[in-house]
């Protein structure tokens, strides 16, 4: 199993969709396990601009993670397709041990 995990802003669009959105979207078409998308409160990344929410704030671009797991090898293949997207931001991947937790009502 892995962890794919990717780094984007909000303002980020594919499509006329948020990017984050339209990732969602196509995972839950390629049949993946499962997404979270997390909304950032700061951060910065490789143009070292700082992404912040705050009062004095005029324009948020606040950062945005994606969170993918999966057998390796479908991994592998959505990095793919993640790659012919047009945005700025950074994809990880990460070995992990899952364990799927399922209420027994």
């Known amino acids: 199993m892995k962890l794919l995990r990717v780094y984007l802003g909000e303002k980020d669009f594919e499509k006329g969709i948020p ?15 499962g997404v979270t998308i997390l909304k950032g409160i700061m951060g910065f990344g490789k143009k070292r601009h700082i992404h912040r929410s705050d009062f004095f704030s005029i324009s ?9 797991v999966d057998e390796a090898e479908k991994i592998n293949m959505f990095v793919e397709k993640l790659k012919e997207l047009n945005f700025d931001g950074l994809i990880v991947e990460f070995p992990v041990v899952a364990h799927y937790m399922e209420s027994k009502e």
């Open 19 to 33: 990017t984050a959105e339209y990732i969602m979207k196509l995972a839950y078409k390629e049949g993946m396990k």
């Open 60 to 68: 948020e671009d606040l950062p945005v993670v994606i969170d993918i």
